[in-house]
């Protein structure tokens, strides 16, 4: 897979590669003790250096995910992953896994509609508007609203994580969230590229997501393409 650190607001590489890893262990393509291949052949594949995939490969093992056998080469380890980057999100490719990505749409700072219903302690809050991938198959359309007490949500600054972002810019992490899922039409605002045209039935995910205060301080809509991305949750 061709990874690209051109991309403004890209995560690292290196990032990219552990966190396509631990959605590869998290789908079942990969298993306990299976050993991965050759570091310059993983490095080809990749299209990158050695010491960017030597990097990867140790935050794996930070994260109790990979097992480094001087001699004899690197090995998967299953467990319950600690701080993935995108270990709440829930859709995967049909075949299992695929790396996160997103087109920023739009950002703006709003008074919270009407239609909304009740999260977080403002009246006002970001309303993030983005275009999903899984490695380069687009599979929805979302909208993040953050509520305004948690921060200032700064465009330039934004990357393809949003809880990286809030993590990393507005100091907090998101702990736990609560997902509803149905079906509802492709919104108006919906881009052109969209893989399904305004009004189309498609999956529906509305998620509350918390830190470490009482109310939930972000509500996210997102709309998938269910020929393209199936929702996942797997229980351990």
């Not at 509520?147 to 600054?157: F, H, I, L, R, Y």
């Amino acid at each position: 897979m061709n990874l690209s650190n051109q991309k403004r607001n890209a995560l690292p590489v290196y990032v990219q590669i552990a966190e396509l890893i631990i959605r590869d262990v998290s789908s079942g393509r990969l298993s306990h003790g299976d050993r991965l291949p050759p570091e310059r052949e993983m490095a080809a594949e990749f299209n990158t250096s050695v010491g960017t995939l030597r990097k990867a490969l140790a935050e794996l093992t930070n994260k109790g995910l990979l097992e480094r056998i001087q001699g004899s080469g690197n090995y998967i380890k299953t467990g319950q992953v600690r701080d993935s980057v995108y270990g709440m999100f829930r859709l995967e490719l049909p075949e299992g896994g695929g790396l996160p990505r997103a087109d920023l749409l739009s950002v703006e700072t709003l008074p919270k509609p009407d239609h909304l219903p009740e999260f977080g302690y403002a009246k006002r809050g970001a309303r993030i508007r983005r275009l999903r991938y899984l490695n380069d198959t687009i599979i929805a359309v979302e909208e993040i609203w953050l509520d305004e007490s948690a921060g200032q949500v700064t465009k330039d600054a934004l990357s393809d994580s949003l809880y990286r972002y809030y993590q990393k810019q507005l100091g907090f992490w998101i702990t736990r969230a609560e997902d509803r899922v149905s079906i509802s039409e492709v919104p108006s605002w919906a881009p052109e590229t969209f893989t399904k045209t305004p009004g189309t039935p498609v999956g529906y995910i509305e998620r509350y997501s918390w830190s470490d205060r009482d109310l939930p301080i972000e509500f996210s809509r997102t709309w998938f393409d269910t020929d393209q991305a199936l929702y996942v949750q797997r229980l351990k």
